[in-house]
């Protein structure tokens, strides 16, 4: 009795053995490396979707910020200083070369030349070229053939057209003072006289100009839905009232670049002026001398780069004074009607009409 009261009791819970002592796995170590592998395939990804666009556009502007930026910040630093081609960069002068340009009467002469020049050429420029692609965008017999024509000066070498025109509108032999005499007026001095020489000049950047520019604003015409057109001939639309209600509104954009890029290059003129005659100084008096020409004439006559400099920026300010303006103007091209609503209005007709057709059946 004293033995088995002695005895220990039993319980349901069986006695617990000491952990056993495993060696040490490299499944953790894997776990931690695959984790790491993952979340650098997902940064690699993050940075691809963020950066790449970037990147791919990154060729555009590492050239144009060599030479287009880094040339005109230069220019700015060479225009506040004394600079000559031979003894290089001289003393900070700060705005006196800006000053020294403004007090020139040739400046200002150059500048009422530029603006004269350019207001002749690119106004009939943009409207020809409008009437040339409205003509080019109907259906014509030959229509390749007649894009390709309207293209063909734009290849022709501008001192090509320089020299052939200045020999057209030469004051003594020139072809069309000759055709003017058969038919009894007295000759023009196209170089001699100011206004005279702008229009043979503006005659030749047209001459260039007008068919690359039609071009393009027919490569927008197309683009239009051909929808707005159909609706408003439903909506008896002529041709005249769907080329104001329609196709001036959706050019506004091709024309904001057109007009901006003929700014541009209308202040810039300076090869037509520069040929059309020998000397190549815009004339005895200055009658066709432009900016682009007394910049050059600062420059390379009298070796005043620091002169010729402070021009180069004060006409790049004048071109981007002139672009703005034009831009606010040709934001406000509108029409009478939204093409939506010739289209919408055009379907109610339409609808209108089946009913009465089916109501007199």
């Not at 004269?116 to 106004?123: E, G």
Request: net charge positive; aromatic share 12%; no cysteine.
């Amino acid at each position: 009795m004293t033995a088995t009261a002695d005895r220990p009791r039993a319980t349901g819970t069986p006695p617990t053995a000491p952990p056993s002592r495993r060696a040490p796995s490299d499944t953790t170590g894997k776990t931690e490396r695959q984790i790491r592998r993952i979340a650098f395939s997902q940064t690699l990804s993050r940075w691809d979707v963020k950066y790449s666009p970037y990147l791919y556009i990154s060729p555009f502007f590492i050239l144009f910020a060599i030479v287009g930026l880094f040339p005109l910040l230069y220019t700015a630093w060479v225009s506040v200083h004394e600079w000559n081609l031979i003894g290089g960069q001289g003393d900070f002068v700060g705005a006196d070369n800006f000053a020294f340009v403004l007090q020139q009467e040739q400046f200002w002469i150059a500048l009422r030349n530029t603006f004269s020049i350019f207001l002749i050429s690119s106004v009939p420029q943009v409207a020809t070229a409008l009437l040339i692609a409205a003509v080019l965008d109907r259906n014509l017999r030959g229509r390749t053939f007649w894009r390709m024509g309207v293209l063909l000066p734009y290849i022709v070498a501008p001192v090509a057209v320089a020299l052939i025109f200045s020999n057209m509108f030469g004051d003594q032999y020139g072809l069309i003072n000759n055709l003017l005499g058969d038919i009894g007026i007295d000759p023009i001095g196209w170089h001699s006289d100011v206004f005279a020489s702008h229009i043979a000049i503006a005659t030749m950047v047209n001459f260039r100009w007008t068919g690359y520019t039609a071009l393009i604003l027919l490569a927008a015409m197309q683009a239009i839905p051909r929808d707005y057109y159909e609706a408003a001939m439903i909506d008896g639309a002529g041709i005249v009232r769907q080329f104001f209600s329609i196709t001036i509104p959706q050019l506004r954009p091709t024309l904001i670049f057109v007009i901006v890029t003929s700014t541009i290059g209308g202040l810039q003129i300076f090869d037509e002026p520069r040929l059309y005659d020998s000397a190549g100084q815009g004339g005895a008096s200055g009658q066709w001398m432009t900016i682009t020409i007394y910049l050059y004439n600062l420059g390379w006559g009298q070796l005043n780069f620091g002169r010729a400099a402070a021009v180069a920026w004060l006409l790049f300010l004048i071109i981007v004074l002139v672009g703005l303006l034009n831009l606010a103007i040709t934001r406000r091209i509108a029409s009478g009607d939204d093409p939506q609503k010739v289209l919408n209005r055009a379907a109610r007709r339409a609808a209108r009409t089946r009913r009465d057709q089916e109501v007199d059946a």
